[in-house]
């Protein structure tokens, strides 16, 4: 429910626009259509169009683009969502209270995101990809499994490019044998469905881990988007009071948080503070929050990674969000086992180098791992692993280390000179 985010401007000081664009035809006008928060250049030489990652949204993006914008101003950037995006309600952000608004999430008709797999996701891919050819050769960076798409697009597509990088990601790091492809399979989570039962409508076409809903990351997001304007207001916390800043960031940091893709180093709490039961039943020390060590619990910008209001700023915006509530369970599976979807794609050589840079506590840590000559054979690839970030980081990070890679790896591919638009793909 985007009515707004297709015609408002976002932030005219920083001439960001968020703008819908064309997408394959599944029937469905009002949400064959993906989106993207673009970052506009002038004398611009390339368009970087990012690709965010499982249950990501363009703001993940934001401090990235803000690095790249101050390293790179020839540089357009544009973060793509994915077009089950255009079923969040993100009217809630205008209200007075957005808590209050999101407590009661009604959920909308999900039963198309059952047809959105991977061939679709790839067309709409291939149209955002044309729309950006207007305006400048494309470099495609997918983050995460972001980076499953990208690869999988330039595959198919990889001439329309004008370079692939890939953060943190790469094909094959979910990887499912036909068999659970279709039917299933247990894993230490529970059951994951397959096609068979996702199609029949024995499955949920949504992608949700406990704590992890479309409810809870409507919440998570409010919860950001007030820290960012008002941090130090007082709030509760269980049987304690915080700041909103605290509250919001205990949900993310990798002291504290369940889910380490999900997590980002911004600092410290002032409280007292414990082991998390839940995280040593996974094999892990998280921390928890016990109470205050006196007064509010506050926190604290260690100069970890990520600058932590940094961070929240990138919540702040009502109509684009730093998640996809919505993340079409196909998309995942289909990513998975996309052998047995499209065994029409394989290798091939492209005719530009490849970037791939990960993160030292991050999915991929090893150069190796990204294998970038099997998936693109005699291409030439530069690997390198920023360490000491988490997955997150890779992208909000402070000191603008991936920027710098990027622009690196850009000024290597283009070249001196400003190539002009690329032309009708």
Do not use: C
């Amino acid at each position: 429910m985007r009515l707004l985010a297709l015609t408002l401007l976002l932030g005219l000081a920083l001439g960001q626009t968020y703008r819908a664009l064309p997408g394959a035809d599944t029937g469905r006008p009002g949400l064959d259509r993906s989106y993207a928060l673009v970052y506009p250049a002038e004398n611009l030489r390339a368009v970087l169009l990012l690709v965010p990652g499982l249950l990501g949204g363009s703001t993940n993006f934001a401090l990235l683009a803000e690095h790249l914008r101050r390293e790179a101003p020839w540089l357009e950037v544009w973060a793509w969502e994915r077009r089950a995006n255009g079923l969040e309600d993100r009217r809630g952000f205008r209200a007075e209270n957005p808590l209050a608004y999101y407590q009661t999430l009604p959920e909308p008709d999900l039963s198309p995101l059952r047809d959105f797999g991977l061939d679709v996701h790839l067309l709409d891919l291939d149209q955002a990809v044309a729309e950006a050819r207007k305006r400048a050769p494309v470099v495609l960076a997918g983050h995460s499994l972001g980076a499953s798409v990208a690869a999988l697009y330039a595959w198919a597509h990889g001439e329309k490019l004008r370079g692939l990088v890939l953060l943190d990601g790469t094909l094959g790091l979910i990887s499912l044998p036909r068999e659970a492809f279709l039917q299933g399979q247990d894993t230490p989570l529970g059951r994951l469905p397959g096609l068979e039962d996702l199609l029949a409508g024995r499955a949920s076409p949504v992608f949700q881990l406990p704590g992890l809903g479309p409810k809870e990351l409507a919440l998570a997001e409010a919860e950001a988007y007030l820290a960012a304007k008002r941090p130090e207001e007082l709030v509760p916390l269980g049987p304690h009071r915080a700041t909103r800043e605290a509250k919001a960031l205990l949900r993310v940091d990798d002291h504290y948080s369940l889910f380490p893709p999900f997590s980002v180093s911004v600092g410290r709490a002032f409280a007292r503070e414990g082991l998390s039961l839940w995280g040593l039943l996974q094999g892990r020390l998280v921390l928890t929050v016990r109470g205050p060590r006196r007064g509010p619990i506050a926190w604290r910008d260690t100069g970890e990674a990520t600058d932590p209001r940094a961070f929240l700023r990138a919540f702040a915006r009502a109509e684009t969000g730093f998640s996809e509530w919505y993340f079409p369970y196909r998309l995942l599976l289909e990513v998975g086992g996309y052998p047995h979807v499209r065994p029409d794609l394989g290798p091939r050589p492209l005719p530009y180098p490849v970037l791939a840079l990960g993160a030292g506590r991050g999915l991929v840590r090893e150069p190796e791992d990204f294998r970038l000559g099997e998936l693109f054979p005699g291409t030439p690839g530069g690997v390198e692993i920023l360490p000491g970030l988490t997955h997150l980081d890779l992208l909000t990070e402070r000191e603008g280390r991936t920027a710098r890679a990027i622009r690196g790896y850009l000024e290597r591919l283009l070249g001196p000179g400003t190539p002009g638009p690329a032309g009708p793909p």
